[in-house]
């Protein structure tokens, strides 16, 4: 069974909003979201700590997005709301197994061991 599994993604109309979900096998990790859009290097854009106490964002999609987690269906969650073209991407999470206390996200791919298979995000009209 694969740690991380993806679901949800598509194709949403500017404004519009979707929801990821990452299902989790396992430990409660620290899970950080990335995308990668075309040409693009992939980014940490969100993150969320293995209880769910914190999370951090970027200040391009702080506001529009959230992250959440209930770790009783080890599930995470990614709402996007107020959705524009420039958020099209290949959209992943990723689970960091020593991501935790003062250091619990890791804005850097290396930090994270477990990765979803990815899902496409389309934003157009």
């Known amino acids: 069974q694969a740690p991380l599994v993806e679901s949800g993604g598509g194709l949403v109309q500017p404004g519009g909003s979707l929801r990821l979900s990452c299902r989790v096998s396992?430990?409660?990790?620290?899970m950080g979201w990335f995308r990668q859009a075309p040409g693009k290097e992939r980014e940490l854009f969100a993150a969320i700590s293995g209880s769910g106490e914190n999370t951090y964002y970027v200040d391009s999609v702080k506001g529009r997005f959230t992250t959440s987690r209930d770790n009783a269906k080890n599930m995470a969650y990614l709402q996007m709301n107020s959705l524009k073209s420039e958020d099209t991407a290949v959209y992943y999470c990723?689970?960091?197994?020593?991501?935790?206390?003062?250091?619990?996200?890791?804005?850097?791919?290396?930090?994270?061991?477990?990765w979803g298979q990815g899902t496409q995000v389309t934003v157009s009209s």
């Open positions: 396992g430990r409660n990790y620290a």
């Open positions: 990723a689970a960091g197994l020593t991501l935790t206390g003062p250091s619990w996200y890791g804005r850097y791919e290396h930090e994270y061991e477990y």
